[in-house]
């Protein structure tokens, strides 16, 4: 047992920890890349990587376990950083974290959720778009942010929950009432006051790439509504957004029946990448192959009319 107060300075704080056992554990290995991530699913059916293993895969050079903080504690970052990544900073930093006691036993180590794999290549390349990394002595981030790229585009292929629970095995276990659990996290039992929830930039950016006059006007091109539906909507979970469309009750919007944490989160999060994606484009048609490239779209010969 190690000397309370004693703390290796590669170690994380530890003031308070969660100990989780894994029941399932694979190895990701894409053809044609270095990339080789162990992935686990946890007895509270939660998705995660070791945070050791993720900044080694990322490319991160030393510093163990706090490689990542680390990196992410950076003033140049912060800006991008999701809320989500700012709650896991401050846990993090503040000694509350959660570790895993891998499946076959032995030591236990500190966890990163899948999920945030994601935000952390959305932060990265947001940064690399506006042009933080363009500086001579910025060049270790480009790289980063590149890797970044290329590997949630690997697991955008087919999803990293799906993935993780293809490589473990967990897919023949998983509870029969998935589905409305997956329900009750996405959608609420009656819809919500409207809030706006698509930002004008979103607006903006189709109408530049389209080459259509942009007035602000809340009366858009029809089109707009087709786009909005294929790049964001349809982004979420299939069954999810069939339940909704079976509560519409009147003229309310598809995101008003969405739960704030789960649901509307997952939305934003489509809106900002979808969005930046635009924002790097010069030509609607550009826009749809680096959109293609990232989320494994298959081209819609209706929407190539648009």
Known sequence: ??????????????????????????????????????????ENGERVFSLRGTARTIGLRGGGALALPRMLSANYIQNYLSNDLKKWMQETSTGKV????PPEGGNSFHAFKAT???????????????????????SYQKELADRLYNITLAFS????????????????????NALQKLLNIYVEELFQPWERRFPEEFYKEIFRLKGWTYTGSSRRPHAVAKITNEFIY?????????????????????????????????????????TTLMRASD????????????FNRKISEQLSLF
């Open 98 to 101: 959660q570790k895993v006691r």
């Open 157 to 176: 292929k087919v999803g990293i929950d799906a993935l993780i629970d293809e490589i473990t095995g967990y897919q023949n276990v998983r509870e029969k």
């Open 234 to 274: 349809s982004f979420l979970p299939d069954n999810v957004i069939k339940e909704v469309r079976k509560r519409r009750t009147g003229n309310e919007k598809l995101h008003q029946w969405l739960t704030s944490e789960v649901g509307l989160s997952h939305l934003e999060k489509q809106i900002t990448s979808t």
């Open 116 to 138: 945030l794999l994601v935000d952390l290549a959305n932060a990265f390349y947001q940064a690399k778009n506006d042009g933080i990394f363009d500086k001579p002595n910025m």
């Open 283 to 294: 030509t609607w048609e550009e826009f749809e192959k680096l959109f293609n490239r990232s």
């Open 1 to 42: 047992m190690e000397k309370e107060g004693i703390q290796k300075e590669n170690e994380v704080k530890e003031t308070e920890m969660q100990v989780i056992q894994a029941t399932h554990k694979g190895e990701w290995r894409p053809n044609g890349t270095e990339i080789n991530i162990e992935c686990y699913v946890l």
